[in-house]
């Protein structure tokens, strides 16, 4: 289930225990809110519960009413998404690599994921970078 962050209604801590409740809606189609709660375990790409923010659009993997996982799929904001997804291992190449983009179909700044990259949401082909060479 795809939801879109409304509001992060409250953090969990010492006595709330290691999760974090949101107001959600399904994204895109912006159905009824709902409050669900998510334990830390069960975020998937996400570097702390702290940095989840309204706008952010998470898929969730339910076990009963229970929030097994939780991905970041995209974000309303660059900083948001480079902030609060968690830096996967990046293999080296000759080349220069988009690791995150605007994706124009689902107005979502989303990880560039696939080879080749596009949005993991929608399929968008991720923008091309090209070096400008400039000869002597």
């Known amino acids: 289930m795809r939801v879109v962050i409304r509001e992060v209604l409250n953090v969990?801590?010492?006595?709330?225990?290691?999760?974090?409740?949101?107001?959600?809606?399904?994204?895109?189609?912006?159905?009824?809110?709902?409050?669900?709660?998510?334990?830390?375990?069960?975020?998937?790409?996400?570097?702390?519960?702290?940095?989840?923010?309204?706008?952010?659009?998470?898929?969730?993997?339910?076990?009963?009413?229970?929030?097994?996982?939780?991905?970041?799929?995209?974000?309303?904001?660059?900083?948001?998404?480079?902030?609060?997804?968690?830096p996967q291992p990046i293999s080296p190449t000759p080349v220069p690599r988009v690791l995150s983009f605007h994706c124009p179909h689902c107005n979502l700044w989303v990880p560039a994921s696939g080879d080749p990259s596009g949005c993991g949401i929608c399929g968008t082909p991720a923008p091309t970078l090209s070096l400008a060479v400039q000869s002597t």
């Open 12 to 86: 969990g801590g010492f006595f709330a225990g290691e999760t974090v409740t949101l107001a959600v809606q399904p994204w895109p189609d912006h159905g009824p809110e709902q409050t669900i709660t998510i334990d830390d375990a069960a975020f998937v790409n996400i570097t702390a519960r702290h940095l989840l923010a309204p706008g952010m659009v998470l898929d969730l993997l339910f076990a009963g009413d229970r929030v097994e996982q939780a991905t970041l799929l995209g974000a309303a904001d660059h900083a948001g998404l480079r902030t609060a997804l968690r």
